[in-house]
């Protein structure tokens, strides 16, 4: 079965500082993997998203992720963070059906000046 | 486009007491799917459809039902509300597994 362990719950950093927030998976089909925001009281967004080849996904606001297959991992990186970064943040994978996601329990990232 | 819309935003209900949270699409997407969120939780897929007339059980459907009448409606009914439903409910749809699920802007929920 399907699922995603995001490693850290809390993840506080200053303005300008590089961040990673760790998502690991398990899964026995093929996979494609998902990054998505959330800001405060508002719905998902969707960051960046790995389908198949390369395995550097770029998205939005300036974040990439690295899928990693030998470790299961798919870690979301931004090399400089911005106030405006501040939210919660979930890794998704397929459900095994492929018609759904499955969703880790969220990094919040709090970027403070 | 509208894109995915969900009424009402906000909801408070009596224990035992019924109701429907609806969801409608406008981007003709054939697989729909209802996430509760609760804190620390994450969202948890509660059901999910692949087209009209096609519903399955995720991950926590014990007390929900569903129906998809149309492509564009996927309705999610409480039985019979618990305070453990209590939670923000999130409806999403893509055009198939590899696209990307859009998500409406949930539907807060307090059972007393």
């Known amino acids: 079965a399907q699922s995603v362990t995001q490693l850290d719950s809390q993840v506080p950093v200053f303005e300008e500082a590089p961040v990673e927030l760790r998502c690991n998976y398990s899964?026995?089909?093929?996979?494609?993997l998902f990054w998505y925001v959330q800001y405060p009281n508002q719905g998902l967004q969707l960051l960046l998203k790995?389908?198949?080849?390369?395995?550097l996904v770029k998205g939005i606001n300036g974040f990439e992720a690295e899928f990693n297959k030998s470790q299961t991992s798919f870690h979301l990186r931004k090399p400089s963070v911005h106030i405006s970064d501040t939210a919660e943040y979930f890794c998704?994978?397929?459900?095994?059906?492929?018609?759904?996601?499955?969703f880790g329990k969220g990094t919040t990232l709090s970027v403070s000046s | 486009n509208a894109g995915v819309t969900q009424t009402p935003k906000f909801q408070v209900l009596k224990t035992g007491q019924s109701m429907t949270l609806q969801c409608a699409q406008d981007?003709?997407?054939?697989?729909m799917s209802w996430y509760r969120q609760d804190p620390g939780m994450g969202l948890r897929l509660i059901h999910y459809?692949?087209?009209?007339?096609?519903?399955d059980q995720g991950e926590v459907p014990n007390g929900y039902n569903v129906s998809r009448s149309t492509t564009e409606d996927f309705p999610l009914r409480l039985l019979s509300a618990a305070p453990s439903q209590t939670s923000v409910y999130f409806c999403?749809?893509?055009?198939?597994?590899?696209?990307?699920?859009?998500f409406g802007p949930g539907t807060r929920l307090l059972v007393l």
């Open positions: 999403a749809s893509s055009y198939n597994r590899k696209e990307t699920q859009y």
């Open positions: 899964s026995s089909v093929s996979v494609y």
């Open positions: 790995y389908l198949s080849g390369s395995t």
């Open positions: 998704a994978v397929n459900n095994q059906a492929g018609t759904a996601l499955i």
């Open positions: 981007m003709n997407h054939e697989y």
């Open positions: 459809s692949v087209g009209a007339g096609i519903t």
